[in-house]
């Protein structure tokens, strides 16, 4: 059985390979933050329910230091049904354990300082 080993800023895709970026993950591997949450930010006001958005936004906000609105999106992830998602290392995992992991790396950002 493969393990699925989650990079959380980088993963939470659900297609990489799309011609438009939209979910902010090629931005989000070349380090390009604002330019992944531009784009996060447009994809959600579109879709507002997309887990990949959501979650990627998460990572953005928890990288850049803004837990609560990171706990808040991963919070509505929760809420929803969970989807299949495709990481960044390529296995499959449900929406809620990703957002599961999220969480938890908010928890040890928060105990480290």
Do not use: W
Request: net charge positive; hydrophobic share 50%; charged share 20%.
């Amino acid at each position: 059985m493969r393990t699925c080993g989650m990079f959380v800023l980088a993963a939470m895709i659900a297609s990489p390979a799309l011609a438009a970026d939209r979910t902010g993950y090629e931005a989000i591997a070349a380090g390009n933050l604002s330019k992944a949450e531009r784009t996060l930010s447009a994809e959600r006001a579109i879709f507002p329910r997309r887990p990949e958005v959501l979650l990627n936004l998460a990572a953005i906000y928890a990288r850049t230091n803004r837990t609560a609105q990171a706990r808040a999106l991963y919070d509505d992830v929760l809420a929803a049904a969970p989807v299949a998602l495709e990481v960044a290392d390529g296995c499959t995992l449900s929406s809620h354990d990703v957002a599961q992991r999220g969480l938890s790396r908010l928890g040890e950002t928060l105990a480290a300082r």
